[in-house]
């Protein structure tokens, strides 16, 4: 079956620390990968998307991700967190059209 | 580019009622798909809609139900609320020649039923 697992559910950085969110996911296919950002009240913001090609994507806000099929991984990446990506960030795969298998979530604090 | 837009943002409701959620998806997007988010389940699938046919459905019951209408706009209906059905319903607009499930999120309406 297909699946996401985010296996932190809360991180908390230090402001200008580096932050690293993983994301393990369970797909017959070649997946299409996602990662989303919700702040509170808010709805998703795209970050990021895998679709094939270069496994290092480049996404909004500094953030990165790198796509793993030996480790069916896609972890997320910021070099230098700010106070104000704290939020809930969710990575999620392409199951079918318009149907998206979120993970659970990883929220994130930032220290000062 | 105007985004997605879903009214209402907030309504309280309580058991045994229905409610009806709005969804005008960006414009030029054909398709749209709704999903429920609870602290306990997380986001889940409900529904989505292309050229006002239903294409795909999640495992949620038949009080669940949608619409789509010839300008893309969606709503989607739930009736005989139960406590459990608190929540915030999202909807998710996609480009038609997108092969690959990029979803465009509006901010959602936040039901409380009681």
């Known amino acids: 079956a297909q699946s996401v697992t985010q296996p932190d559910i809360h991180i908390t950085v230090s402001e200008g620390a580096s932050l690293e969110l993983r994301c393990n996911y369970s797909y017959g296919a070649t997946p299409y990968l996602f990662w989303y950002v919700q702040s509170p009240g808010q709805g998703l913001q795209l970050l990021l998307k895998y679709f094939s090609g270069d496994t290092l994507v480049q996404g909004i806000k500094g953030f990165e991700a790198e796509f793993k099929r030996s480790q069916s991984s896609f972890n997320l990446r910021k070099p230098s967190v700010h106070w104000s990506d704290a939020a809930e960030y969710f990575c999620a795969v392409g199951a079918l059209r318009g149907k998206l298998i979120f993970g659970q979530g990883t929220e994130l604090s930032v220290k000062p | 580019k105007a985004g997605v837009t879903q009214t209402p943002r907030y309504l309280i409701k309580t058991r045994g009622q229905q409610v009806t959620l709005s969804c005008s998806p960006i414009s030029g997007h054909r398709s749209v798909s709704w999903y429920q988010q609870t602290p306990g389940q997380g986001l889940q699938f409900l529904f989505e809609y292309f050229s006002e046919t239903q294409r795909n459905k999640g495992n949620f019951p038949g009080r669940f139900s949608g619409r789509q209408f010839s300008n893309s706009r969606s709503e989607m209906n739930v009736s005989t609320l139960e406590l459990g059905d608190s929540a915030l319903y999202l909807c998710?607009?996609?480009?038609?020649?997108?092969?690959?499930?990029?979803?465009?999120f509006g901010e959602g309406s936040r039901l409380t039923v009681l």
């Open positions: 998710a607009s996609s480009s038609a020649r997108s092969n690959t499930g990029e979803l465009f």
